[in-house]
């Protein structure tokens, strides 16, 4: 039966959203007959439907497809299981909630605006077109079927972030695509190279070839770095605080929940983790991700707490949460023997957050459009994720205590010592994220509060349920610690305490004195000392253009005088020979004379 259900329901998963982004279009042709077309419908929303099926009933599986490309073989183990489930839960919510977020543009659509008409025809194109590209890169193990998958959510992904058209969309747009583009090259260059050294097409193939390909560790470097871009490495991550803000927000939910873990599915994919004979070369790659992620996990919560906007704020979280991530990961190489045990709770900790930071995401949208609930119900409920995203409770505080307890079984106390400072900065970005929301809710709340059961409100409260309960309908190999005993929450729960502390702290402090670090520190950081950098050289090779343009004129004009001066001698020349042909015979004669005169006295 498992069988028969894996068989029919892979290719459906893949199959039934395409089949919905084409219904797109054809709505569009029969609205021209005078049909209304209104392509957010139920229909529409059950996209990953047959994926969250397929993840729920069946635990492992394999299809070849040996027709498929260089032969495709697809795959579901416990890990492509785990996030598939939260990956497809999280799309469905998300899609639900797209009805009531989009309502108002579905009625001004119906209502004769053409723009809004074209802008919800590409958002209900380009998402099941996404979708479709996240999932297959979750069970492709072939490497062609996983980098199809991996291209095609990356570059649909670019129309929901340019939904608006706004400028601010177009600017996230344009960071979006270039990071997109430059990490697409990485990781070609990545899977190429290490899939020719390996003479293989398969990601197992691949990851068992770079053990023994001398190159293996450059390889290493650039699937890290190519794959970096989409989970956020610090360095790579510009367009996440650009792309989040300006994206609808049931696209911000996916983008920050699913498609930026991709880059950690490439990770746990590609890269030797657990190998005892990985050798000193990826012993040292490790290093490197474990200092990048910290660093990461660290200084985006600096920077993003001086954010005005909410999603941006949660932009820099995501990026905060990926840092601690890749410091996990890394550890996969730093100390290998760890990693089986380890592996396990970085997945599950990687549905933790990417449920959480979704319902974080959807739950904006709710303060923007509040429900029709009492004020202190509202915001309990809007703070359950985020104390959850800061490990203080249900999922949170499971998943913290999984790898902590590892990691302090292993000896890395300093490791889990940093990875709490980076949850002070969690801390401190949840209660930003909170305190921006009340600013904007607590406005709308005056312009009218819409229907509790409806879209919107009733997907963000699954999407919270969901996220907090985690631990106990997900089942396996995450809750075999289960919650943290009474005697380990001080050393759990210090973080919370200190960054609260903090928050309060600099809040009394700007009350007193503004700060004004959010002017100072606008989302996307190196983005905007890249485009001055680019702005400077254009500047300055346009002057160098002008001084090149300057000297040219100067050696022309020098060409043209020599010109005049080459005329005049040609023109003497020309004289002189006529001189000489008059004279010829005076001259032959001189000649003649001179060397009869030159033989005489030779001779004497």
Aim: aromatic share 10%.
């Amino acid at each position: 039966m498992s069988d028969a259900l894996l068989v029919l329901l892979l290719p459906a998963m893949l199959i039934w959203p395409l089949l919905l982004m084409l219904r797109v279009p054809l709505m569009a042709a029969l609205a021209d007959r005078g049909q209304p077309r209104f392509p957010l419908d139920g229909l529409w929303c059950t996209a990953p439907l047959p994926a969250l099926v397929l993840a729920l009933g069946v635990d492992e599986g394999a299809m070849a497809l040996d027709w498929w490309l260089f032969g495709g073989f697809w795959l579901l183990d416990g890990m492509r299981g785990t996030l598939l489930v939260f990956t497809a839960l999280l799309w469905l919510l998300a899609g639900a909630y797209s009805r009531g977020y989009m309502a108002g543009e579905q009625a001004r659509a119906v209502a004769g605006d053409g723009a809004a008409e074209a802008r919800l025809m590409h958002f209900a194109l380009f998402w099941p077109l996404t979708l479709c590209g996240n999932l297959l890169l979750l069970v492709a193990e072939d490497i062609a079927s996983f980098y199809m998958g991996f291209a095609v959510m990356t570059f649909s992904a670019y129309g929901l972030v340019v939904h608006s058209q706004t400028r601010d969309a177009r600017m996230g747009g344009l960071a979006y695509l270039v990071m997109a583009v430059l990490g697409e090259g990485l990781i070609l260059a990545g899977l190429l190279w290490g899939a020719g050294s390996a003479g293989t097409t398969t990601l197992s193939g691949l990851r068992e070839g770079m053990l023994e390909a001398p190159n293996g560790v450059w390889v290493g470097l650039l699937l890290w770095l190519g794959f970096g871009v989409k989970a956020g490495v610090v360095g790579l991550h510009i367009w996440l605080p650009l792309a989040h803000p300006v994206a609808p927000t049931p696209a911000s939910a996916v983008l920050s929940g699913t498609m930026i873990k991709a880059g950690l599915v490439g990770w746990l994919t590609t890269l030797p983790l657990g190998e005892t004979a990985a050798g000193e070369g990826f012993a040292w790659l490790g290093g490197t991700m474990l200092v990048t992620g910290l660093v990461a996990a660290i200084g985006a919560a600096l920077y993003g707490v001086c954010q005005r906007h909410p999603k941006a704020v949660l932009a820099y979280s995501s990026v905060s949460q990926m840092g601690m991530i890749t410091a996990l990961v890394a550890m996969g190489l730093v100390a290998p023997t760890l990693w089986p045990a380890l592996s396990a709770a970085v997945v599950v900790y990687a549905a933790h957050h990417g449920l959480t930071k979704g319902a974080l995401f959807l739950g904006v949208g709710i303060g923007e459009r509040p429900p029709r609930l009492p004020a202190w119900l509202l915001w309990i409920l809007l703070a359950l994720p985020a104390l959850s995203l800061t490990g203080a409770l249900a999922s949170g505080l499971a998943g913290k205590w999984a790898f902590k307890a590892l990691l302090y079984e292993g000896g890395y106390t300093a490791v889990v010592t940093w990875l709490s400072l980076a949850a002070v900065g969690t801390t401190a970005l949840m209660a930003r994220t909170l305190w921006c929301q009340w600013q904007v809710e607590h406005q709308a709340r005056k312009e009218g509060l819409e229907p509790l059961v409806s879209a919107m409100p009733l997907a963000w409260l699954a999407a919270l349920l969901a996220s907090l309960t985690l631990p106990w309908w997900l089942g396996g190999e995450f809750v075999s610690r289960g919650l943290p005993p009474l005697a380990e929450l001080p050393g759990l729960l210090w973080p919370l305490a200190m960054g609260l502390a903090a928050s309060v702290v600099v809040w009394a402090v700007a009350r007193r004195r503004p700060l004004h670090l959010a002017r100072r520190l606008p989302p996307g950081d190196l983005w905007w000392l890249l485009v001055s950098g680019w702005r400077r050289f254009l500047v300055q090779g346009q002057g160098s253009l002008f001084r090149l343009s300057s000297a040219q004129q100067a050696w022309v004009a020098w060409w043209v005088a020599r010109e005049r001066d080459v005329v005049r001698v040609l023109d003497r020349m020309t004289r002189a020979e006529g001189w000489l042909r008059h004279h010829a015979a005076v001259l032959m004669m001189g000649v003649a004379v001179g060397l009869a005169l030159l033989m005489l006295f030779g001779t004497a």
